[in-house]
């Protein structure tokens, strides 16, 4: 198929990306790359161990170290963080880890201008893009500037073997989301559309043989690959039906980032593939059903996906309102966002059946 428009405008921005087995190793050599010599690490409690193993790699060039990152970037840690930077006199951020760590680099960015370096260690996406989600009093917000795209980003595969296989599977289907999403999206350009396929197409192959043997390293690093794919064309054009959903349900409910993701995906794809048949075509091919929802659907319970929100802690009672949520401000979508509709999806997608148009 073609991925030819009459019009289209793509502005890519000036990110430096590098793709390789250790290319951690490197990091002194990029840090210098940028004119910096003062690194503040950041991760996750979780994975301070790795910030250590990162200030190692760093030597003198490491100014610091922090590891409080959360998952919705809180603003009163952005805000310590920031402080913190300004304290050590931090001339750049090196951020290792997932969605929640590439947003706490970003939020400092903000805040004081720092260039970044981001090694990502989920298949999130975040690295790629020029989107902050932040939390303040409850509430999430987002925002897109330039200020926050990271300028380097380092991915290497050694740093993924250790994400557990539950968590891996989500990450790759919250990626994956960002592609369904991106064949349909009103600024998709035919590259996009290219990354978008070709990103699919890579987790489909790979993803089963992560699952075979989590420590294979080709294998993980294909897994990479898909992701940076995915990313990038979540920070090139806009998301619709699928991602409000996830918003609306993480905001709203607190449900979990990655796992609402993969379960909502072929419902959301379901839904819109009513308006947008030909857009999901590569959908259904890669995945092997005449319908892209099924066909999603199918690759989530092969994989060993979660496939219910009421596993992930939403109660029947909160749907009404879920769908209330939902179907209110509603992004750009190809099929009107009809909240009886979306109330129908949402029961789906709660009791964990197959996805209904
Ligand atoms: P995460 O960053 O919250 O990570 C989840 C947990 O897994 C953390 O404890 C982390 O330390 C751990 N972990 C990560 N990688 C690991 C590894 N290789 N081995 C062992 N443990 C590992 O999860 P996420 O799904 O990557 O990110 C979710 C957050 O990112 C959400 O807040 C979401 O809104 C945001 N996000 C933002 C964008 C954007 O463009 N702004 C895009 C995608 C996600």
């Given at each position: 198929m073609s991925f030819f428009r009459e019009e289209f405008a793509a502005q890519w921005p000036a990110v430096r990306v590098r793709f390789g087995v250790g290319v951690r190793h490197d990091l002194v050599a990029e840090i210098k790359q940028l004119d910096c010599r003062?690194?503040?690490?950041?991760?996750?409690?979780?994975?301070?161990?790795?910030?250590?193993?990162?200030?190692?790699?760093?030597?003198?060039?490491?100014?610091?170290?922090?590891?409080?990152?959360?998952?919705?970037?809180?603003?009163?840690?952005?805000?310590?963080?920031?402080?913190?930077?300004?304290?050590?006199?931090?001339?750049?951020?090196?951020?290792?880890?997932?969605?929640s760590t590439t947003g706490l680099g970003k939020a400092i960015a903000l805040r004081t201008d720092l260039p970044q370096i981001v090694v990502p260690t989920t298949y999130a996406g975040s690295e790629?893009?020029?989107?902050?989600?932040?939390?303040?009093?409850?509430?999430?917000?987002?925002?897109?500037?330039?200020?926050?795209?990271?300028?380097?980003?380092?991915?290497?595969?050694?740093?993924?073997?250790?994400?557990?296989?539950p968590m891996t599977v989500t990450s790759a289907l919250n990626a994956i989301a960002h592609a369904a999403e991106g064949l349909y999206a009103q600024n998709r350009t035919p590259l996009t559309s290219l990354m978008a396929v070709e990103g699919m197409r890579a987790f489909r192959d790979a993803l089963p043989r992560v699952l075979d043997n989590p420590d294979d390293l080709r294998a993980r690093a294909e897994t990479l690959y898909s992701a940076w794919l995915c990313g990038t064309v979540l920070g090139q054009v806009g998301m619709a039906l699928?991602?409000?959903?996830?918003?609306?349900?993480?905001?709203?409910?607190?449900?979990?980032?990655?796992?609402?993701?993969?379960v909502v995906l072929p419902?959301?794809?379901?839904?819109?593939?009513?308006?947008?048949?030909?857009?999901?075509?590569?959908?259904?091919?890669?995945?092997?059903?005449?319908?892209?929802?099924?066909?999603?659907?199918?690759?989530?319970?092969?994989?060993?996906?979660?496939?219910?929100?009421?596993?992930?802690?939403?109660?029947?009672?909160d749907l009404d309102r879920a769908a209330d949520l939902a179907a209110k401000n509603p992004y750009w979508n190809p099929r009107p966002v009809e909240r009886d509709a979306i109330r129908r999806l949402l029961q789906a997608a709660w009791a964990g059946d197959p996805p209904v148009a």
């Open positions: 003062r690194a503040l690490i950041l991760t996750t409690p979780e994975q301070a161990h790795v910030a250590e193993e990162f200030a190692g790699l760093c030597g003198d060039y490491a100014a610091g170290i922090f590891t409080r990152a959360r998952m919705h970037t809180p603003v009163a840690i952005s805000e310590e963080a920031a402080a913190y930077a300004r304290d050590i006199e931090a001339d750049c951020l090196v951020a290792i880890g997932g969605g790629a893009t020029a989107i902050l989600g932040q939390t303040e009093d409850g509430v999430k917000t987002t925002l897109t500037s330039a200020k926050v795209q990271p300028e380097v980003i380092l991915y290497d595969a050694e740093l993924v073997r250790t994400l557990p296989v699928h991602h409000k959903l996830c918003h609306t349900l993480g905001g709203g409910f607190d449900l979990p980032h990655a796992e609402t993701h993969a419902h959301a794809i379901a839904y819109n593939a009513v308006a947008a048949r030909d857009e999901l075509r590569p959908v259904a091919e890669l995945f092997g059903h005449d319908e892209p929802g099924m066909a999603l659907h199918r690759f989530a319970l092969s994989v060993n996906a979660p496939m219910a929100l009421d596993g992930l802690g939403l109660k029947e009672s």
